[in-house]
């Protein structure tokens, strides 16, 4: 009665032709291959039914006797079961779900029959859209059927009441691929932030990027995308990504190609700075928006690993929205925790690691160096055993974001040019602090001085590089500089204003 006063017409309904039903006459008479493709019923149930059903009706040299029969009824009638009638009971309620999990029609010799099916999944508004379920249904009648038929022609052969149901048992087991693997998707990669998240006590919600949700009817990103929905699981809070059956296909087609943020995190449309910007900041204060969490290796897969700079570097340019508060590798999956500005705990500075008094150093390449990365670099590698690094060359510039205390300091990278040397203008918030020629046959140590004025707020170091070149042998890339390190070394100190 709920289902049927329910209000379906926001809902999602499923066309009778596209049901998921048993196939026929292939899904009744052998089993399918693939887990998870088409359910079928296997080869053994309507075997067994037919084979009963010759004993109860044909003549038949192995058909129980009239007194052996009797016996055997009477046995039956000692449970639930019943005795002699209810086999047919039994075989009568079978045929109902084996016709409708046929779904909505079946075709015989190019004839198109329609079926049962219909008028159910009319009755029901098309929320049924699964009749291969009621296999099941047919199982347990058939079995039954066929078992109360079996029964009273082995009660007086020991032998035969031992070895055929063992027999049965093992055609069972065969018949349903018992023993192949079956396929699993192992859970999303555990990170600490999302444990974390579920620690605060704020209400707020997670942005995953990319950003997909699907249906059952409609899908906007990839499947996996919806995965995400498993750390709400573990952090407890509102989120965009996920899987609801069912619901309205149109109720998220905004996230396809319509959002100018939401859109272009799940890459399915270009970035456009400026208006990602506004929307970006009006999501974080309207909905609310505690964290974005980019998950890198997603990226990387469905649309290269070129765009996931372009993702890191765009949120990495917007210090008054968003910061980089962990990045986490898991078996090689890695992602990054962006905290918002609407977040009652705030963004943590964005200073490299001080490896000594007054010296800070981006290691570039290693897991650390993704809060820092502006646009124009590559990804992360292993140039050589035990040296990671990054090469530039993505855009005709590359960024680098830091905070500093105040002060002055000498910046020294450790770089390399490809193939041949080239100069390297180093400029901070787009003052040029200096030109510096980086040789192309190894690593080499260069500095610039950074004055005090430019420190102790937020800072664009800009690498703008003679122009790249192409990887010979077909790279889809362009290389100019590889930087191991950037260092800032603080060499005086400015004293506070009145």
Request: a negative charge; one cysteine or more; aromatic letters at 10%.
């Amino acid at each position: 009665s709920h289902i049927l006063a329910y209000d379906r017409g926001t809902l999602e309904s499923t066309p009778v032709e596209d049901v998921v039903s048993i196939p026929f006459p292939e899904g009744f008479i052998t089993r399918t291959e693939d887990f998870g493709a088409r359910v079928s019923l296997g080869s053994l149930p309507l075997a067994l039914v037919g084979i009963a059903l010759a004993l109860n009706l044909l003549p038949h040299p192995l058909a129980p006797s009239p007194t052996r029969l009797e016996r055997g009824n009477r046995l039956a009638e000692r449970n639930w079961l019943g005795g002699e009638a209810s086999r047919w009971f039994w075989l009568a309620l079978s045929v109902p779900p084996l016709i409708l999990s046929a779904g909505g029609s079946i075709t015989v010799a190019g004839v198109e029959i329609p079926l049962p099916y219909r008028a159910l999944h009319a009755i029901l508004g098309g929320m049924f859209r699964y009749p291969e379920r009621f296999a099941p249904v047919f199982l347990i009648a058939a079995g039954v059927f066929a078992l109360q038929t079996l029964t009273p022609l082995l009660v007086n052969r020991p032998v035969w009441r031992r070895v055929i149901p063992a027999a049965l048992v093992l055609l069972v087991l065969v018949d349903a691929r018992v023993l192949k693997p079956f396929p699993i998707q192992p859970q999303p990669p555990e990170y600490n932030f999302y444990a974390a998240m579920g620690r605060e006590p704020y209400q707020y919600v997670v942005v995953e990027a990319p950003t997909g949700v699907s249906t059952g009817e409609g899908l906007v990103g990839e499947a996996v995308y919806a995965t995400t929905q498993f750390y709400g699981l573990i952090h407890g809070k509102r989120m965009v990504n996920g899987h609801f059956s069912r619901v309205d296909s149109g109720h998220y087609w905004y996230l396809r190609t319509d959002d100018v943020l939401l859109s272009w995190l799940g890459q399915r449309r270009l970035l456009e700075p400026e208006q990602a910007a506004d929307r970006l900041r009006a999501i974080i204060y309207g909905y609310p928006v505690g964290y974005i969490v980019v998950h890198t290796d997603w990226i990387d897969r469905y649309t290269g690993r070129s765009t996931t700079q372009e993702v890191v570097g765009y949120l990495n340019s917007l210090p008054e929205l968003v910061c980089p508060v962990a990045v986490e590798d898991t078996a090689g999956k890695i992602a990054i925790a962006y905290r918002t500005a609407w977040h009652p705990d705030d963004c943590p500075a964005r200073t490299p690691p001080e490896i000594a008094p007054g010296v800070y150093q981006i290691d570039v390449g290693n897991l650390d160096d993704a809060g820092f990365l502006g646009w124009g670099w590559h990804w992360r590698e292993e140039i050589v055993p035990g040296l990671t690094a990054r090469w530039t060359g993505q855009l005709d510039q590359a960024d680098l974001y830091v905070e500093l205390p105040r002060g002055v300091y000498t910046i020294t990278l450790a770089a390399q040019s490809f193939n041949q040397a080239r100069d390297l203008r180093i400029l901070a918030n787009g003052e040029l602090l200096g030109t510096v020629t980086v040789p192309a046959e190894g690593l080499a140590e260069l500095r610039v001085d950074l004055p005090a004025e430019l420190t102790g707020d937020f800072l664009t170091l800009t690498l703008d590089y003679d122009a790249p070149e192409p990887v010979a042998g077909g790279a889809d890339r362009d290389l100019a500089v590889m930087v191991d390190w950037v260092r800032f070394e603080q060499v005086g100190t400015v004293e506070p204003g009145p």
